[in-house]
């Protein structure tokens, strides 16, 4: 089941340039339906297909196995832990957070100075993130050398939870729902021939993703995703920029890549015949790793499809079950069409 496997993939640590845990999980459980798994020098995962056609590397589909992090960068005398952010996160959604440390998952808290303590001034400002430290429990530098060491990567712990009508709420669900959505199709009998790269640190730069672009050398990048929504309380209109519950993510353009127009116009078609609920985003914003398989070599083209998350890049973050099914759905049905050469 694709809810099952997402809450799977979701639970497991995986900070970029770290994705060893998400990789190993996603290695055993795709073995049984591959042709060839292989493990690059990056560290991607790519896994190749036979279908019904052999139509070898023309068709590629990409999600990233990382999601953000913190990594340690050194160790007070008391015992503390400085860190760095490690992807894109803002620092507001730091403050009290639990977080576990290393490969041994030490337990931690990003500590904040209490309200009785601070200044008015104090209170009206974001603490830099310089002045921030993980609490470990340790009593002094010494102590705290014993369970972890500087060049330790550290995540968010968070709870799965299942609530209101359809919602669930979990951390990295960018992007292990759209790994999730790539191993459920490996499991399937395929009309052609198809690469599925998960791939690592994307959330500092696509790195992993162009390495994949390289040695596969697709001549089409189906990019399964996640993107922003903000359809919150107060925010109206295109500043939203696409709503939880309106279906697959389908965007034109970001600030990484621009969409190939007639796979654009084919993934739109396909989702209409076959009503599926769609939506572009109202905001050019963000980026993927479409850009890296659109720049590399003589160009690739490049197609997203993404699921709509609230609260993207924090311990807590919020998406609609609903519209994983129906990438799932389009993805499919984009493979058939490649297959019957729609394009």
Known sequence: MLMDTIKELCVLNGAPGDEDEVRSYIKEKVAPYATEIRVDALGNLIVFKKGKKSTGSTLLLAAHMDEVGLIIRSITEEGYLKFSCVGGIDRRVLLSKAVVIGKNQVPGIIGMKPIHLTTSEERKSIPKGKDLTIDIGAQSREEAEKLVSVGDYAVFTSDIVEFGNGFIKAKAIDD??????MMELLKEELPMDCTFAFTVQEEIGCKGAMGAAFSVNPKIALIVETTTAADLAGVKGGKKVCCLGDGPVIPFMDNGSIADRELYELVRALAEKHHIPWQTKHMIAGGNDARAFQHSREGVRTIVMSAAVRYLHAPSTVAYKQDFDNILKLARLFINAVAEKEI
């Open 176 to 181: 292990r729902a759209g790994c999730a959505v």
